[in-house]
């Protein structure tokens, strides 16, 4: 690693020592030592950057564009050595593409959350901005009460202009 602070600590030592990993770290301010991830790191933020202003996504949800860039390139580019995909080979299985969406695309959250009534709406409006790290759900951006939300009950419009239009 790169000597940063949030991998000096004594949780992770204890990690590292139960499952037999060597951890090394490279000299302060020497990217050079850690071109694989800093190359990594640099890739995802082109393609968080990418993804935010096609969207014209609010800067905010740059965390989610890059947790969303990260979750769709595990999914989808091919590893040159092993012709498979980094999800193929640490499951040994090729990842569901269909679940894949766009970011930013307007979407259908179903309202199960709330007390709607004979009237009320049965779904809101939100923008796709990524997948669960817990569960089989998409992550959504609800505009009505501004905030994120996982759930599997949505209806996506992907063939509409981006939703933060």
Request: aromatic share 12%.
């Amino acid at each position: 690693t790169d000597n940063g602070t949030e991998f000096k600590n004594q949780v992770l030592k204890v990690y590292f020592d139960s499952v037999g990993i060597s951890h090394q770290m490279s000299s302060v301010r020497t990217s050079q030592q850690n071109r694989v991830v800093e190359r990594q790191n640099q890739t995802l933020g082109e393609a968080a950057r990418t993804m935010l202003i096609f969207s014209r996504a609010p800067l905010f949800l740059w965390a989610e564009a890059i947790a969303t860039a990260c979750f769709t390139q595990n999914r989808s580019i091919i590893h040159r050595r092993f012709n498979k995909t980094p999800y193929e080979l640490i499951n040994g299985r090729k990842p569901d593409i269909l679940f894949l969406h766009v970011f930013g695309a307007l979407c259908y959250p179903k309202n199960d959350r709330e007390d709607i009534g004979k009237l009320g709406a049965k779904a809101d409006i939100g923008f796709f901005i990524g997948y669960s790290a817990d569960s089989c759900a998409y992550r959504i951006y609800n505009r009505r009460t501004k905030k994120i939300m996982e759930t599997m009950n949505v209806s996506f419009d992907e063939l509409l202009a981006m939703a933060f239009e």
